[in-house]
């Protein structure tokens, strides 16, 4: 193999498998290392940095930090990153005073957010501080989007959503509530914006037509039926109720449902369990609240007797399931379910009926924009889309990571740069060696298991609709939960000419991460070292020759516990712990030339 | 030292051996040594040995005398039996337990001053009493310990960190043990594992005694410029003469080798060495041949290694020699090991 190029950043990056795993690649190490010095302030503002919404996202993100996390590969459970995220928020001081701020003076170009979901908000924090005039439009009395229409208050409260939303509001955006835009040709027509920023999401629920679907008022679709309930229009349902599908919405839809007087709650899923949309972490949550799963099933007709819903008829199926793949299906006859109500949550779709045709802003025949993924422009170049409305229903944080891409876009659009052209990330390394062997980072594994997170008792949490059943980290557990990070960012590094090849290292490190060896192709090298490196996702680094015998250092990065006891044990100093920073550049880090007129 | 601890975090995918053990539970306390000396790598060798005997902890006795080299039985086998003995006399410790109790796996670590000046005479005895052990000497030609002080394995014109040249003319513990008539003598290199891990395996085997001299810079004091124990000079004048490979009893076998380029060689336990000749005019069974060749070699500045010399035929071991109980003194019943006062009494009165 060729020596690794370490100087590309994405090569220390790809090595704190937390950031790289994010969408928006917060720096989750850094932030754990400051709440574990009780710097809360500072940790939820290195949070904010990239991803806008610290207390939100430390409740309800999808966190695909945490699959990727390096301590799921050496014990199984990876560190609580999400719920650390919210120790950050509970526990920081007043930020007002920290938050970027918007010139007085504006640069004169004005931008339209359609919609206040999480997308159009980070688009207005990126550009408000650079002084764009920022209109948002939101079609509803309240900011915010799904995060409060959708998101149920148990997972995340409104005081929560009102002040990170407040954050960005009050830094100046126009935020224009009750206004839906219903013509987009009007709103280009008009000529008064420089750039409009799509942010409506994707807002139609998936139907599911069966004999009887229109025969009855108590099938609903699930996101129209959450945001009813939080709006307060629906108050109860049916004292047994049917949930069709089995992702996210229709966790919240189920634990909806025993809030507002049901107490027979079956989530019905056409398949077994390893096949569920759902996050392993809502599925605990409702199953420990008694919701019944019932797999296998798949929905064959709603049964309704003179305009009354009596219940369900499913198929019942069997597979035969072989490496994760269904391999054969069969039926074992039809089974009914008697029930009240039905709340059909099988997934959204885009729906742009305001946007008109003609425009230049093509879309498919799913209704799902031509959007450029890098750029987020659409084939109309004023015109850029993001979050849900671009690409179809993902989540927050990559709502988020969208809006920080279309802000560069809209910002270097409206600067007659050309968008394509952005700041390639950076990194930067320092060393973390204080004398002979001591680091200046707690480089000590810590064998402590993942700490639970305390909920509101079972039967507490019933009491009103609003009562968030996740308490966060008690300062006892949270001291404990960040021993865990094993400070992927404070980096490994090289320095081949120095090395006498004593072994040391290899000999020292607990995890069997290096070997020197002679080289070789990857896959031949892969299959020599101490541990055969079997993880294709993680990187080898390969050194220079070494000056001794020609061989080279390799490391296996895949399960590198990062305690630097490699560096404390080279007598060279030719591995060394240098943390690395990322930089991730936001609108605000590009160079643009003076606004044109 | 290093300020933590090695964490008991190991791969997910460490393997085990018959016994159910990891190779991470055959090491023993932090090294305490300097980061980057040989007698460090020799440890983790010395695990990767045991571990790959599925040798039980509490079958192994770890023996050593004074010196940085003698400090790392504490580094390896943590659940073993030890002794660290006064300076140069661990061979009196090894013979007297190996008398008691010939039922376990003796174990002894010596540095080049332990063994070659104030511990050589009890060295030569163990060695002509055939103790069934494994000695080891980590040599890296200077006191490490002491701070550096040229040993009696410096060889002529090799320098000290501070300039002075060594004029003393060497004592090689190789020729030493086979002009005393070792029957398991080899010679290796603390940054070669794939040699030292089988040898080692071998000399733990072998009935009798067995000599491994390990080169073993001492990072410190010796790894200069113009030293002759250092890394690079010891990977510059390296020459591998016999390739060993330790098959155990179970995987006897499996092992296929090509006819006539190896020797096997069956060992009382009913493991084997399979010795792979790299030079064609070499013959390890030869003792005077062999002596000759190192001695050759070593004129000519080259430090052969490998497995030198073995002879298992030989039964001049320990055991056989002085009769030994084979059941181990502690199994034997009070009143059959002490003779009692009034026997005692009677002998006493036999020389008044
Ligand atoms: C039930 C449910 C639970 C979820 N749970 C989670 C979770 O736990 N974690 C997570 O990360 N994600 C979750 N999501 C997904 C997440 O909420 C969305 O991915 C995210 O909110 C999308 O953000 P957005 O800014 O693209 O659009 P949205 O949040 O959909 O916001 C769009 C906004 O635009 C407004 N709008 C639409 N059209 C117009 C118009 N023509 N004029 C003016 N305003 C308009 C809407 O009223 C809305 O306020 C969940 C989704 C659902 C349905
Ligand atoms: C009776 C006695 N004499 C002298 C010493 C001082 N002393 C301690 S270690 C040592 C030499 C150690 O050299 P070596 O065996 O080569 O071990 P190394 O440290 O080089 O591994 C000496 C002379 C001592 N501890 N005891
Ligand atoms: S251990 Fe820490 S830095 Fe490493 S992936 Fe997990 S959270 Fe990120
Ligand atoms: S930091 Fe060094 S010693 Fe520690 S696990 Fe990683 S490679 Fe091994
Ligand atoms: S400890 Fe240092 S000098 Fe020794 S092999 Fe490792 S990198 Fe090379
Ligand atoms: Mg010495």
Redesign the pocket.
Known sequence: MEPTDTSKPDYFHRVVDCQWACPAHTDVPEYIRLIAQGEFTEAYMVNRESNVFPGILGRVCDRPCEPACRRGRIEEKPVAICRLKRVASDNRDDITALLPKAPREKNGKRIACIGAGPASLTVANDLLPLGYEVTIFEQYGVPGGLMRTNIPAFRLPANVLDEEIGYIVDMGADLKLNTPIKSMKRLLDAQEFDAVFVGSGAPKGKELDLPGRRDTDRIHIGITWLESVAFGHVESVGERVLIIGVGNTAMDCCRSSLRLGAKDVKVMARKPRQFFKASEWELEDAEAEKVDIVINHAPKSFVVEGGRLMGMMFEKLEYDIENGDIKATRSLGDVFFPCDDVILAIGQENAFPWIEKGLGIELDKWNVPKVNATTFQSTRPEVFFGGDAAFGPKNIIWSVEHGHQAAISIHKFCHDEAIEQRMPRGVSLSSRKMGMHELAYKNEYNGVERRLVPHVGLVERFKKINIEVELGFTAEEAALEVQRCLNCDVQTVFAAK?????????DICPVDCLT?APNGPEADLRARLTAPATNPSQALYVSAALPQTGRV?VKDEDVCVHCGL?AE????A??DMQKSTIRIPFAIDEEVRACPA | MSYINKPKVAHPSLPTNSLGLTRRQYEGSMSTLCA?CGHDSVTAAIVEACWGLSLQPEQLVKLSGIGCSSKTTAYFVGGSHGFNSVHGRMPSIASGANAANRGLTYVGISGDGDSLSIGIGQLVHAIRRNVNMLYLIENNGVYGLTKGQFSASADVGTKAKRGETNSSPPIDPVLLALTLGATFVARSFSGDKAQLVPLIQAGMRHNGFALIDVLSPCVTFNDHEGSTKSYGFTREHYHAAVEADFVPRAEEIAVNYPEGEAIPVSLHDGSRVVLRKLDPSYDPKDRTAAYHYIENKLKQNEYVTGLIHIDEADNTEFHNLNRTAKTPLNSIPFEKLSPGSATLHKLMTRYR
């Not at chain 1, 120095?498 to 290899?506: R, S």
């Not at chain 1, 044990?569 to 060279?572: L, V």
């Open positions: 120095l090395c006498i090849e004593c072994d040391a290292c290899i020197i250092m490699c044990r080279c007598p060279t030719a591995w | 980057g």
